[in-house]
Structure formats: C-alpha cells, structure tokens
C-alpha cells in the first residue's frame, strides 16, 4: 500500500460522511416543512369549523338573544377559548373581526366575554373594533398598529402602553388601569413611546 493509498481512503470516508450529514440535514428541512405545513393546515380546518359551527349558533340557536346561563352560550364560549388557544396571530384577529361583526363581544350586551382567553399576537392592525368588550383578556404581543379600540373595555387586559401607543384610536376606552380614555390620553401614550425610543 503505497502513501496515496493512505490518504485517499479516509479522504473518501471523509467525502461520504459528509455526502450522509447533507442529505440527513435535507431531510430534517423537509419534515420542518411538512411539520409546519400541516399545523398551517390544522388551524385553517380548526377556523372554518369554528366560523361554522359558531355561524349556526348565531343564526339557527339564537346565540344573541339566548340567556346569559344558556347552553348555547356555554358551547360558544368553550368553542371561542379552544380555537383562540389553538390558532395563530392573523387567525385570532379574523376570529374576533367575526365575534365583533356579529355583535357577539359587545360591551353592555357581551354574548362571548373574552376574560382570561388567549389573545397572545393577536394581529388586529387596522381592526375597528369599537364598543367590544376586551376585559381581562391576554393580548400580550397584540399587534395594534393602526387599531381603532374607541369605547372598548381593555379593563384587567395584559397590554402594555406600547401596544395601546400603536392604536389609531383609544377615546372613550377603559384602559387596563381602569382609567378612561381621552384623546389626549392617545397623544400622551404616543409621545412616551417615541421618546423611549429616542
């Protein structure tokens, strides 16, 4: 065995074993992908079957009108947490978009109470959502941007002043702290939040 020999053989070894980490590393990338394509998948059925489900209760149970102890108000409210729980932030918001429209988290007539639900990264950006009733919710990580929460109860709520600072409107609000909201209360959240970040 001459010296090429002896260093050719584990110059091969070594090409081959690393030839075996790549095409590992590949497959690892594509169960990644499949695994997040799937869960993707999972929370678009688990949005259609609540928007489904909660849509019947509205209109062939009379979810509105129904009493406050009402079963159907029960089944709403469990099916409302388990898919907050489950879904991701852009699905959250669409989710509650609807609860608004169909004037099911209202403030004074609050059908669904969304106390102590997960709103973690909820993306209501641009959302108008006046009037709801938000109290005591965790919407830690909400996205706000440009979020129109006039007259809406953020009483007990987990957000924090930066969050409310990225709102379009907060007049007439009641604030986590209880306090009520005035424009002025806007202005004076915004100038805090730029000069944090001067």
């Given at each position: ?31 990644e ?54 879904l ?16 099911l ?22 959302a ?13 990580d ?5 979020a ?51």
């Amino acid at each position: 065995m001459d010296w090429a020999d002896a260093i050719g053989v584990p110059i091969i070894v070594v090409v081959i074993a690393g030839i075996f980490v790549l095409v590992a590393q590949k497959a690892g990338e594509r169960a990644e992908t499949d695994r997040e394509l799937q869960l993707d998948r999972t929370r678009e059925e688990i949005l259609r079957s609540y928007l489904d489900r909660i849509s019947d209760l509205v209109l062939e149970r009379s979810l509105i009108e129904s009493a406050a102890d009402s079963p159907e108000r029960a089944i709403a409210l469990a099916r409302t947490r388990n898919a907050l729980n489950t879904l991701d932030g852009p699905r959250k918001g669409l989710l509650v978009r609807v609860l608004n429209e169909s004037r099911l988290i209202r403030n004074g007539h609050t059908v669904i109470p969304l106390f102590s639900t997960d709103l973690t990264s909820i993306d209501l950006s641009g959302a108008v959502l006046r009037g709801c009733d938000f109290s005591g919710a965790n919407s830690s990580d909400a996205d706000l941007y440009n979020a129109d929460l006039s007259e809406c109860n953020l009483e007990h709520c987990v957000l924090t002043n930066e969050q409310l600072a990225q709102c379009a409107q907060l007049s007439g609000a009641i604030l986590p702290n209880g306090d009520l909201a005035t424009e002025q209360s806007l202005k004076q959240l915004q100038i805090e939040d730029l000069e944090r970040w001067s």
